[in-house]
């Protein structure tokens, strides 16, 4: 017998705790971005950060995907670096994070500050409550994130984005000064803790954790270093309150050492093979993904096709958040994120 129709909040929240609903909610990561006319007009002669810091403007970005894509969540507009700032870090974007100084010693470490994210990026929770009322009326949940304290450390250690694929600065650490590492870990760890349970505070009802750069460690690596404080996160956050989904890019031989996590919703890349991973999650954990934003290119058709046949194969697992398996690329097409939403809509789950 199918399920009556559900609100899109309640549809988000009982798929991440595994309860039943009538189809899977949808949304997409990077879903408020330069793919999008009008996206770019308001980003116009304003830098990034700024553009992080102007309410109006990141509550209007935010709340573009909804009617422009069809979207059933809205994920706030900000970065994984801000919180950073608050702890005494000084960088730009240019375009991505570039930083003053480049941690490398233990001094370094002790002096980032680990103070109320309330009073360092006030911004941020303003942007959280202003969208909470404007969605209240519509019921469409508010999505909230935070970067994973290993992917902030690349940035930090090696001071700049383009050089965080390969961190020869933090592997050498690791190796020469594994204290260090911890240290800065550690200390990223609580801090996020923090900075999610803020955002959980001022309005998010679901908040995601990127682990961008996970996927580069081979499995023990990642079972040493990350695997303890994403533990540690997920202990944290106040999950009653708001599931915590955890996302580890280009990270298929990490799938089962994820699952250890404990969050509520694993989100899968691409290269991840959905049915086998609906297998062995079974009723530990939702999953969310796993489109390849590429084929967002490909037509109505095939788009339609491709989510019945990820929602089939997701069936072992307790539920499933549909979504992409990265982010929209640049010229993901408006269309073929409108083909992707409605192609949930389609779904009818008995």
């Known amino acids: 017998m199918a399920l009556p129709s559900l609100d899109p909040t309640l549809r988000m929240l009982r798929a991440c705790r595994g309860e039943p609903v009538d189809r899977p909610p949808v949304w997409l990561m990077r879903q408020a971005g330069r793919y999008l006319p009008e996206y770019r007009a308001l ?9 992080c810091r102007d309410v109006e403007r990141a509550v209007a970005v935010s709340l573009q995907p909804i009617r422009l894509v069809g979207s059933e969540a809205v994920v706030f507009f900000c970065d994984i670096f801000v919180p950073v700032l608050g702890m005494g870090v000084a960088l730009d974007f240019a375009p991505g994070p570039v930083l003053a100084e480049p941690i490398r010693t233990r001094a370094q470490v002790d002096a980032l500050a680990l103070r109320d994210p309330r009073e ?11 969208l ?22 690349t940035y930090l ?23 260090l590492v911890e240290a800065l870990l550690e200390r990223l760890g609580a801090m996020t803790v923090d900075y999610l349970n803020a955002q959980v505070e001022a309005g998010a009802q679901v908040v995601q954790l990127f682990d961008t750069w996970a996927g580069a460690l081979d499995a023990a690596t990642y079972e040493r270093w990350l695997l303890p404080g994403a533990k ?3 202990a944290g956050v106040k999950r009653a309150d708001a599931p915590l989904i955890f996302y580890a890019n280009d990270a298929p031989h990490l799938f089962d050492l994820t699952l250890e996590i404990g969050a509520d919703v694993l989100s899968i890349g691409s290269a991840v093979e959905m049915a086998g991973a609906a297998r062995r999650a079974g009723r ?8 390849d934003p590429r084929e967002l290119t490909r037509g109505r058709e095939h788009i339609f096709a491709r989510v019945q046949e990820i929602s089939e194969a997701a069936r072992p697992a307790r539920g499933l958040v549909l979504n992409l398996g990265h982010g929209c690329l640049p010229d993901t097409p408006i269309e073929g994120a409108r083909a992707f939403t409605d192609a949930a809509r389609a779904l009818a789950h008995g």
């Open 43 to 51: 980003r116009a002669g304003i830098g990034f950060l700024e553009m």
């Open 120 to 130: 360092t990026v006030p911004y941020v929770f303003e942007i959280l409550r202003r």
């Open 132 to 153: 909470r009322r404007e969605l209240a009326a519509e019921h469409i949940p508010l999505i909230g994130f935070a970067g994973a304290p290993f992917t902030l450390a």
């Open 157 to 179: 250690v090696e001071g700049k984005g383009d050089a965080t694929r390969r961190y020869p600065n933090l592997r050498r650490l690791m190796q020469d000064d594994p204290g």
């Open 232 to 234: 540690a996160i997920a």
């Open 284 to 291: 530990r954990a939702s999953l969310q993904g796993n489109l």
